[in-house]
């Protein structure tokens, strides 16, 4: 009892004056150069420092999205980095993953709500500030040119601003100016080992609504983007290692659509009510993992993302091992050569 006070008082003692070294500015200014050290190395490492094919999750959520940020999926080799959609938040997931993003080959859409382009810009300025050598190209279905145009024009004088500020070295105005390029079902990219494959998905009225599948030395990986699962789901998962694939859980959404309308909250009931038919069911995922031979499933752009343990296990209901939520920063590694898949969790 006595040795237990002792170390109690110890530990107060020992937190207290951490605290009080904390306040002094030489104390300061040590942890500041070491933080800033770290920080400045934050996105500097080559594609090549594995040579694995990664997946990384830079917006797992919904436009119900709790706190997550909103639809994005970075795909990454040695030699390649692609980054499929862009909505809010993704931007800073992006950077607090450390990605390379001066070495951003495109940017794939898979549609054009807003969950999945609100950040366009963001994704640009922040490769052409990091040093991005040619101007980013942004891939998708038809309507892609109006997209782009239109943030093209949006930002004009957002990039007069910074290359007047920075100079005309270091932010070149051309490669500021984004690139379209409209891409149809089928491969859409082959670039060394890798190959990009687009496929159209179930998203009505949304047409088309496209998910791509990338294929580099014998390991894939399919994401959906936003859709129901259907018969090209089926074809394009054949023989894939991971597919990351849009989620609803309908337990939950139709208890909070009910309990919407309960409330007297008729719009918003009907709204989420709506959400309900364009979006894969977490069930009707599990009945295309029985179907396929697809490895392993990560649920992303969750509808909605469940803030609680009780609520993951409502989503996973029913689920095999081989399928997990996604949450923000999380990422997959597959190695060359293997049938592994490395999950790592922030
Ligand atoms: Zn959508
Ligand atoms: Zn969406």
Same mark, same amino acid.
């Given at each position: 009892?006595k ?5 109690l ?42 040579? &694995?094919?990664r997946?990384? %999750?830079? /917006?797992?959520?919904? @436009? =119900?999205?709790?706190?997550?940020? +909103?639809?994005?999926?970075? #795909? ?10 862009s ?14 993003t ?21 994704? &640009?300025l922040?490769?052409? %500030?990091? /040093?991005?050598?040619? @101007? =980013?190209?942004?891939?998708?279905? +038809?309507?892609?040119?109006? #997209?782009?145009n ?7 004088q ?14 070149p ?22 190959t ?12 088309p ?11 894939s ?5 936003d ?28 208890a ?9 909250q ?13 979006h ?14 697809v490895?392993m ?50």
């Amino acid at each position: 009892m006595k040795k237990a006070v002792i170390l109690l008082l110890s530990l107060v003692i020992i937190i207290g004056v951490g605290r009080a070294l904390l306040k002094l500015p030489a104390v300061q200014d040590t942890l500041l150069e070491r933080g800033t050290a770290l920080l400045a190395k934050r996105g500097t490492a080559p594609l090549s420092e594995s040579e &694995n094919l990664r997946v990384y %999750v830079c /917006g797992s959520a919904s @436009p =119900l999205g709790m706190g997550q940020a +909103q639809a994005c999926i970075a #795909v990454i080799t040695p030699e390649h980095f692609y980054l499929i959609d862009s909505g809010a938040g993704s931007t800073d997931n992006i950077s607090r993953l450390g990605l390379p993003t001066s070495q951003l080959d495109g940017l794939l859409l898979t549609h054009f709500h807003s969950d999945h382009i609100a950040e366009i810009y963001e994704v &640009n300025l922040n490769s052409w %500030v990091q /040093g991005r050598p040619q @101007p =980013l190209t942004i891939y998708g279905p +038809q309507g892609v040119d109006e #997209v782009v145009n239109g943030v093209n024009a949006s930002y004009r004088q957002d990039r007069i601003y910074r290359t007047g500020h920075h100079g005309a070295d270091l932010l070149p105005p051309a490669v500021g100016v984004l690139e379209h390029k409209t891409i149809s079902p089928g491969v859409i990219l082959e670039d060394g080992d890798l190959t990009i494959t687009a496929y159209v998905g179930e998203h009505p009225p949304i047409e088309p609504a496209v998910g791509y599948r990338f294929d580099y030395r014998g390991r894939s990986v399919v994401i959906s983007g936003d859709s129901n699962v259907n018969g090209n789901t089926l074809k394009i998962v054949d023989g894939a290692d991971l597919l990351l694939h849009d989620a609803l859980s309908l337990p939950t959404v139709s208890a909070l659509s009910k309990a919407m309308g309960a409330a007297g909250q008729s719009r918003q009931s009907k709204i989420v009510a709506d959400v309900m038919d364009y979006h894969a069911s977490a069930e009707s995922l599990i009945e295309l993992g029985e179907k396929s031979d697809v490895d392993m499933v990560a649920f992303y752009h969750l509808v909605p993302v469940p803030p609680t343990s009780l609520l993951k296990d409502v989503f996973l209901r029913g689920a095999p091992d081989n399928f997990l939520l996604t949450e923000d920063l999380m990422w997959f590694e597959l190695p060359i050569g293997s049938n592994d898949i490395v999950v790592n969790r922030p």
